[in-house]
């Protein structure tokens, strides 16, 4: 597991699963799983993790790996990266939809903050099913209706994330721009308001 947090480590185990038979993927992922949570928020780890989330036979298992720690992945510089990756290959996976649903419920609890949970949730958004989607926006209106106006900083960041991704003339965004938030006060939330309104910007992960 150490391996996978160094920088020459990190693109051995990448070349690996490249050039390896499937059949050893596994064990060699359950020897990453033993210290899941700190690879995860290397710097060079979630490289690892990510090249682990596209491959159909591994992918479930970092998914369920996550499980537990999702929000503190989720919020993490490095880690968030990964949630994103799985939400983008494997959103109507079983294990990836259990996943989305923990990060769902985090999402919605105003007393949770961090910096970077917005990234995974663009992604969501973006790759996830219908009713994912709406769940999103379930647990995103539920905040801001607990926490009012204006919104902490996370509640924030996952508005500016949201109306970044979402096609300009889609209901979710009228709804996001009209009852939900309001143009005067998007300012407020240091949102380039035009760029928004015009389309063609887009959040990207750090």
């Avoid at 989330?53 to 970092?62: A, G, K, M, Q």
């Avoid at 880690?79 to 290959?89: D, M, P, S, V, Y």
């Avoid at 709406?134 to 204006?150: S, T, Y």
Wanted: aromatic share 8%; proline share 7%; with cysteine.
């Amino acid at each position: 597991a150490s391996l996978a947090m160094t920088e020459v480590g990190g693109r051995i185990l990448q070349q690996l699963l490249e050039v390896a038979p499937n059949t050893t993927w596994e064990p060699l992922f359950d020897e990453l799983r033993a210290d899941i949570w700190g690879i995860s928020r290397s710097p060079h780890g979630d490289f690892v993790l990510q090249a682990f989330s596209v491959p159909f036979e591994l992918r479930r298992e970092v998914a369920e790996a996550l499980l537990g720690l999702c929000w503190g992945v989720a919020s993490n510089r490095f880690g968030c990266r990964i949630i994103c990756r799985l939400f983008e290959h494997a959103s109507l996976e079983p294990e990836t939809e259990e996943l989305a649903s923990e990060f769902l419920l985090l999402v919605a609890d105003p007393g949770l903050g961090g910096l970077y949970h917005q990234y995974p949730f663009g992604s969501l958004l973006e790759h996830g099913s219908e009713p994912q989607k709406a769940r999103a926006f379930e647990a995103l209106f539920g905040r801001l209706r607990e926490e009012g106006w204006p919104p902490q900083k996370g509640t924030a960041s996952l508005i500016h994330e949201a109306l970044c991704v979402l096609p300009r003339r889609s209901p979710s965004a009228k709804a996001l721009l009209g009852g939900g938030v309001g143009r005067g006060r998007l300012y407020i939330l240091g949102l380039p308001l035009g760029r928004v309104i015009s389309g063609g910007w887009a959040g990207t992960p750090p």
